[in-house]
């Protein structure tokens, strides 16, 4: 499953920025793959933090492997001993059990994200512990597939915009003249600008 745009959105986001739909034109259409649950997607993101994407795939497919399908209550019944022993730290783990324990008590209401504003949803999944804003932004665009996700705590996106328009850095302000030219695309701006910081198109 990958994050789905159209042609149109594409065209529409060229129109707004000759530089960046010099790089579209190059770089094509992205393929970024997309979580489809939302509670899996939190457990994903939380053990994906300051670690490689290669060990939080390894460390996904032993809980997968150990769990069967992620859930609130496969995680309760495991317990943050077993979770540890996935590879996870200790302090993860507790993250781990705490988002649990409040979707089984139904004291965080996952579902109410769905209808959620952005703004809204990135507070709420905020307050969980372990998910900062930076997570529930890429929460929102790598699940719920939100259209105009463009994060400031992004370095990767932030040195895609140093290359691409030959920055030094990018401060708030900069960043929110972006944020607002791209708008509300903002997401689509991101996957590509994750491309030019991975190397997609020559400096």
């Not at 529409?12 to 997607?41: N, Q, Y």
């Not at 150990?66 to 993860?92: D, N, P």
């Not at 701006?189 to 020559?202: F, H, M, N, P, R």
Request: aromatic share 10%; hydrophobic share 45%.
């Amino acid at each position: 499953m990958y994050f789905e745009y159209d042609n149109a959105t594409v065209e529409a986001l060229k129109a707004k920025d000759i530089t960046l739909a010099a790089a579209i034109d190059k770089i094509g259409h992205i393929e970024r793959e997309v979580d489809s649950d939302l509670f899996s997607s939190v457990v994903h993101h939380i053990i994906g933090q300051q670690i490689s994407s290669k060990a939080q795939a390894t460390i996904w497919k032993r809980m997968q492997a150990a769990l069967g399908e992620v859930t609130a209550t496969s995680i309760l019944e495991a317990g943050s001993e077993k979770i540890q022993s996935f590879g996870i730290t200790f302090r993860k783990a507790e993250y781990l059990s705490d988002f649990a324990k409040k979707v089984d008590s139904k004291e965080f209401d996952l579902d109410a994200i769905y209808e959620m504003s952005d703004e809204e949803a990135i507070q709420a999944l905020a307050s969980l512990k372990g998910v900062g804003v930076w997570t529930a932004e890429m929460i929102l665009l790598f699940c719920l597939q939100r259209q105009d996700i463009f994060s400031f705590g992004d370095l990767a996106i932030k040195r895609g915009l140093c290359i691409l328009y030959q920055h030094e850095e990018i401060d708030r302000s900069l960043f929110e003249e972006y944020r607002k030219r791209f708008q509300p695309y903002g997401s689509i701006a991101s996957l590509y600008l994750w491309a030019v910081a991975g190397g997609a198109i020559a400096n």
